[in-house]
């Protein structure tokens, strides 16, 4: 049964850090690229990280790039994203996703997560 579940989200203020976490079962993590996505109130859902299964290369959106950092810890099987100096415009609920990338983005998702939120006040 693959399951992909969410942790560490919350409330922070501007500036602050927080890393989610997404424990991942019925998979291996270092098989599969693995993304982070994110959805903001009226927004469409958008990436923001993802990391390749055989090479552990690792992709960021230009929006975060310098604040956020995907990675991975195979034997826990878990994927992970530090987000620091967090702005309001981060708010959203945050996904884990599986599936296959290309490039600069993930272009088929397999398996979403429920979703983690993070709210970033002024």
């Known amino acids: 049964q693959v399951q992909l579940v969410e942790s560490g989200g919350g409330s922070v203020q501007t500036g602050g850090s927080l890393k989610l976490s997404c424990i991942v079962s019925g998979f291996r993590v270092s098989d599969t690229c693995m993304a982070w996505f994110r959805q903001a109130p009226g927004k469409e859902r958008e990436g923001v990280a993802h990391?390749?299964?055989?090479?552990?290369?690792?992709y960021v959106t230009d929006s975060v790039k310098g604040r956020f950092t995907i990675d991975r810890h195979n034997d826990a099987n878990t994927v992970y994203l530090q987000m620091n100096s967090l702005k309001p415009q981060d708010t959203a609920m945050y996904y884990c996703?599986?599936?296959?990338?290309?490039?600069?983005?993930?272009?088929?998702?397999?398996?979403w997560g429920q979703g983690t939120q993070v709210s970033v006040s002024s």
């Open positions: 990391i390749y299964p055989a090479t552990g290369a690792t």
């Open positions: 996703a599986a599936g296959i990338c290309s490039g600069w983005k993930m272009s088929e998702v397999h398996y």
